[in-house]
């Protein structure tokens, strides 16, 4: 039963911030990565940014220069800063926690709505 779930959502103007919140619950994990994801109205689902345990990150191009993947341990939560944002960012923004060794596991949150306005 473990569920990931996101919060911090909303509408923002262009050139605006946003945080967003990710808690997993039902579990203790280790060696796997958390990360951000988004999905824009005909669009495929792609990588925003990811994080180890460890503290190492990873981010698409698009956003490497605005965004910052961060993570708390000990509240089993993830965050995503966004500044600057453009309306290019508008999407539904996924959490993800996946494991690629065994045990693997590959769990999705529900999704939080973030639109920026032009």
């Known amino acids: 039963q473990v569920q990931l779930v996101e919060s911090g959502g909303g509408l923002v103007q262009a050139g605006g911030s946003m945080r967003l919140s990710c808690t997993v619950s039902g579990g203790a994990f280790s060696g796997a990565k958390m990360g951000w994801y988004r999905q824009a109205p005909g669009k495929q689902r792609e990588l925003v940014a990811t994080?180890?345990?460890?503290?190492?990150?990873d981010y698409a191009d698009s956003v490497a220069d605005r965004f910052t993947i961060s993570g708390d341990n000990r509240k089993n939560t993830v965050y995503l800063q966004m500044n600057s944002l453009k309306p290019e960012d508008t999407a539904v923004y996924y959490c993800?926690?996946?494991?690629?060794?065994?045990?693997?596991?590959?769990?999705w949150g529900q999704g939080t709505q973030v639109t920026v306005s032009s």
């Open positions: 993800r926690l996946r494991r690629v060794w065994t045990p693997t596991y590959d769990y």
């Open positions: 994080i180890t345990s460890g503290g190492t990150t």
